[in-house]
């Protein structure tokens, strides 16, 4: 290979992974700013900073749980903007007894799963539909790499709860069954993708439309 294309191959490959990723800083950090006045400069002036913006206390207790037994709260640069431009996050869930995380991926990070406390069933697919999975207790940890689909079960016989860290400020979160079921997907379609009828369609989408 010639030293042109070399030098070619190497810039590519290095912007595709730079592009994979969250950007690196070029500051020590950068607290959005949310003065009108001041909307042209993305970050506040360091001299109006305070501790304060870098403590987020909304994770101390447990949140709401769903219909499905999970509770889940968490904290991404929308929640907590002193993470911006760090390229990272995390999330706190709390799982009932027998309380379920539905399948789900996130596009722009990979997750790693500690647990707290309890018992959780927990795994991953991957791209070629294989399934890697197995029970997770207090003190360990599961990761999951970015893009797959992953899950998780409380199997224990009291409440559960886990933190999940990412390595990206804004992770984002697909939910399967509301991504198929809660949207505006032909009916035709998904009948003939999962051998459902129309009325069964139809209960899905009533259980998983937006609230």
């Known amino acids: 290979m010639s030293l042109t294309l070399t030098v070619l191959f190497v810039g590519l490959f290095n912007s595709y992974v730079t592009l994979a990723s969250d950007p690196d800083p070029v500051n020590d950090f950068c607290i959005p700013n949310r003065d009108s006045a001041n909307a042209i400069l ?3 002036n360091s001299s109006n ?17 769903s219909d ?17 431009t760090l390229g990272m996050s995390m999330v706190r869930a709390d799982f009932d007894v027998g309380g379920v995380n539905v399948p789900h991926f996130h596009p722009r990070a990979t997750e790693i799963a500690f647990v707290l406390e309890g018992k959780i069933y927990s ?4 791209t070629q539909n294989k399934i890697y999975a197995k029970v997770i207790e ?7 790499p970015r893009g797959l689909v992953h899950f998780q079960m409380n199997v224990g016989d ?49 259980r998983f439309a937006p609230h």
């Open 49 to 65: 900073v305070t501790v304060e913006d870098f403590v987020f206390s909304g994770i101390k207790f447990p949140g709401k749980s």
């Open 138 to 144: 207090k003190g360990e940890v599961m990761v999951f």
């Open 158 to 206: 009291t409440r559960a709860t886990i933190l999940g860290s990412f390595d990206s400020q804004n992770p984002g979160l697909l939910k399967i069954p509301s991504a198929l079921f809660g949207t505006d997907i032909k009916e035709q379609l998904l009948e003939k993708a999962f051998g459902l009828n129309a009325k069964e369609i139809d209960e899905l989408r009533k």
């Open 68 to 84: 499905t037994g999970l509770a889940s709260i968490p904290v991404n640069v929308n929640v907590f903007p002193a993470l911006n």
């Open 123 to 126: 795994g991953f697919v991957d």
């Open 42 to 44: 993305p970050c506040k």
